[in-house]
């Protein structure tokens, strides 16, 4: 059974830096992509940033592009997202995901093309 663990959420102050990590477990991480998303109160799922099973290949959504970043430790199955500079608009639940289908192209942005989910970790941001 495949299992998704957020961890190193909380509250922070503005401009503060944060890592996120994301566990996998039931299967090895040798295939597909991995992706971070964020839901904040009232709005609706967004994404982030993705990365292929190798590392290779990232991609970062605008919004994000220069605050955060996404990489993967093979050998120990977990994937990070790494936040800069954070405000008080990044407060939200963040979500990983893993679409282990995926092989080449463009790496998946869309949240219905991921098969599985972690629970979420809240960020709060304080400004």
């Known amino acids: 059974q495949v299992q998704l663990v957020e961890t190193g959420g909380g509250p922070v102050q503005s401009g503060d830096s944060l890592r996120l990590s994301c566990f996998v477990s039931?299967?090895?991480?040798?295939?597909?992509?991995m992706g971070w998303f964020r839901q904040a109160p009232g709005k609706e799922r967004e994404f982030l940033a993705a990365?292929?099973?190798?590392?290779?290949?990232?991609y970062r959504a605008d919004s994000v592009k220069g605050r955060f970043d996404i990489s993967k430790d093979n050998t120990k199955n977990t994937v990070y997202l790494q936040m800069n500079s954070l405000k008080s608009e990044d407060t939200a639940v963040y979500y990983c995901?893993?679409?282990?289908?995926?092989?080449?192209?463009?790496?998946?942005?869309?949240?219905?093309?991921?098969?599985?989910w972690g629970q979420g970790t809240q960020v709060t941001v304080a400004s």
């Open positions: 039931g299967r090895a991480f040798n295939a597909g992509a």
């Open positions: 995901a893993a679409d282990f289908e995926w092989r080449h192209g463009a790496l998946p942005r869309s949240d219905d093309l991921y098969d599985y």
């Open positions: 990365i292929s099973y190798s590392g290779a290949i990232k």
